[in-house]
Nanobody, 124 residues
Framework: VQLQASGGGLVQAGDSLRLSCAVSGRTFSGYAMSWFRQAPGKEREFVAGYVWSGGRIYYADSVKGRFTISRDNAKNMVYLQMNSLKPEDTAVYYC??????????????????WGQGTLVTVSS
């Protein structure tokens, strides 16, 4: 499985960005997909996750109401729409695929395929 994240860039506070993640290789359907981020000097943290079964969606408290995760199963794509960006959203954003069909997408260790990351920089 290969994941390719794109869409990052330099924006000002209050702006919007849409990140994309293209998934190729093996199975896409059935697995939860997530976005994580890692700011300089900090640990990688969960941002948003989309579970295949039942369509459950999870968000970190810090992004609720501002970010929206979606997936296009026909195109093997996952998106992260980020609105009202803040300087504290500055980080490298990674898309990830869950390890198993029952994995919790919010858990770092339960995602085993990762994209290369795309940098989002939000200036104040």
């Amino acid at each position: 499985v290969q994941l390719q994240a794109s869409g990052g860039g330099l924006v000002q506070a209050g702006d919007s960005l849409r990140l994309s993640c293209a998934v190729s290789g093996r199975t896409f359907s059935g697995y939860a997909m997530s976005w994580f981020r890692q700011a300089p000097g900090k640990e990688r943290e969960f941002v948003a996750g989309y579970v295949w079964s039942g369509g459950r969606i999870y968000y970190a408290d810090s992004v609720k109401g501002r970010f929206t995760i979606s997936r296009d199963n026909a195109k093997n794509m996952v998106y992260l729409q980020m609105n009202s960006l803040k300087p504290e959203d500055t980080a490298v954003y990674y898309c990830a695929r869950a390890q198993t069909l029952g994995s919790d997408p919010r858990s770092l260790g339960e995602n085993d395929y990762w994209g290369q990351g795309t940098l989002v920089t939000v200036s104040s």
